[in-house]
T-cell receptor, first 118, second 115 residues
Framework: GAVVSQHPSRVICKSGTSVKIECRSL??????MFWYRQFPKQSLMLMAT?????????EQGVEKDKFLINHASLTLSTLTVTSAHPEDSSFYIC??????????????FGPGTRLTVT | AQSVAQPEDQVNVAEGNPLTVKCTYS??????LFWYVQYPNRGLQFLLK??????LVKGSYGFEAEFNKSQTSFHLKKPSALVSDSALYFC?????????????FGQGTTLQVKP
């Protein structure tokens, strides 16, 4: 199956600093990437959807100035948490999707990034 | 709006027994349905999907799911549970509105398989 990587897997940062999380599709080109946030023992909350070369579409209630998403290529998307605060501590998961004529419709998920803001 | 519901927060089953994790959906149009599994501190792994065709879909690790249009259900099943199947399971439906094709997830069901 398709492989999606995330880096870093775990990060601890101080309040007020910014953190960048990378999501890469390793063996396919992702026309769309999704960023989710997950709280303990809860479902995934979609934060935003990004298509390569265009601005991300944010879900209602997600601050676009705080969670900066860049989808510079068909294999890389980044999420930057700016001016992080303890309430931003969470598990962030990306997923990648390949659309087009050969779309199989499933999303492939990265292993997640555990962010802890102190 | 598209939605899925997983009515059980947790399912407990003894090893070797059959297991069922329930999912019902509400969509406009034909549903594209998925099951994913999540192990602790990991991302989601794809198990199986229903797009079209046979109502019984076979997936990874011996799992299968039955699409039932009249009952709007897509329950996940396995004939004989393993302790290693213990994990968090998510049902999802693809939402094609808004041109993003995003997945709408259920709230998740924790499967606990006891030896």
């Amino acid at each position: 199956g398709a492989v999606v990587s995330q880096h870093p897997s775990r990060v601890i940062c101080k309040s007020g600093t910014s953190v960048k999380i990378e999501c890469r599709s390793l063996d396919f080109q992702a026309t769309t990437m999704f960023w989710y946030r997950q709280f303990p023992k809860q479902s995934l909350m979609l934060m935003a959807t990004s298509n390569e070369g265009s601005k991300a579409t944010y879900e209602q209630g997600v601050e676009k100035d705080k969670f900066l998403i860049n989808h510079a290529s068909l294999t890389l998307s980044t999420l930057t948490v700016t001016s992080a605060h303890p309430e931003d501590s969470s598990f962030y998961i990306c997923s990648a999707y390949h659309g087009g004529e050969r779309a199989t419709y499933e999303q492939y998920f990265g292993p997640g990034t555990r962010l802890t803001v102190t | 709006a598209q939605s899925v519901a997983q009515p059980e927060d947790q399912v407990n089953v003894a090893e070797g027994n059959p297991l069922t994790v329930k999912c019902t959906y509400s969509v406009s149009g034909n549903p594209y349905l998925f099951w994913y599994v999540q192990y602790p501190n990991r991302g989601l792994q794809f198990l199986l999907k229903y797009i079209t065709g046979d109502n019984l879909v076979k997936g990874s690790y011996g799992f299968e799911a039955e699409f039932n249009k009249s009952q709007t259900s897509f329950h996940l099943k396995k004939p004989s549970a393993l302790v290693s199947d213990s994990a968090l399971y998510f049902c999802a439906v693809r939402d094609f509105s808004g041109n993003t094709g995003k997945l709408i997830f259920g709230q998740g069901t924790t499967l606990q398989v006891k030896p």
